[in-house]
């Protein structure tokens, strides 16, 4: 997993790329500390970059969910690529996040 954080006028965005993976948990939970560090009251996830992600990257979907929530924030998944729709489909996420298409 890569990751870069662009702070916008409507609040952070966690742009991924690659792959997120169980083994990505550490850089991930980092991520997460460093985009609510902001106290953001939104939180977008800039999916196109992100190639393959396991169960274990829902998991860590669930977890900054669960993290910004507490923190007063929404989360919205943006332009995630055929393959990772599909996953989040399956998944139901679409009932637990936004999901956007640009």
Excluded: W
Aim: hydrophobic share 45%; glycine share 8%.
């Amino acid at each position: 997993m890569k990751y870069r954080i662009i702070d916008g006028p409507s609040g952070p965005t966690l742009v991924l790329s690659d792959q997120l993976l169980f083994d990505h948990r550490d850089l991930f939970e980092g991520a997460i500390d460093k985009l609510l560090a902001r106290q953001p009251t939104k939180v977008v996830v800039d999916m196109a970059g992100l190639d393959y992600m396991d169960s274990a990257g829902l998991g860590m979907l669930l977890t900054l969910r669960d993290r910004a929530t507490r923190a007063g924030a929404l989360v919205c998944l943006r332009n995630p690529g055929i393959d990772v729709a599909e996953l989040l489909r399956l998944a139901c996420f679409e009932s637990l996040f936004a999901i956007e298409q640009a």
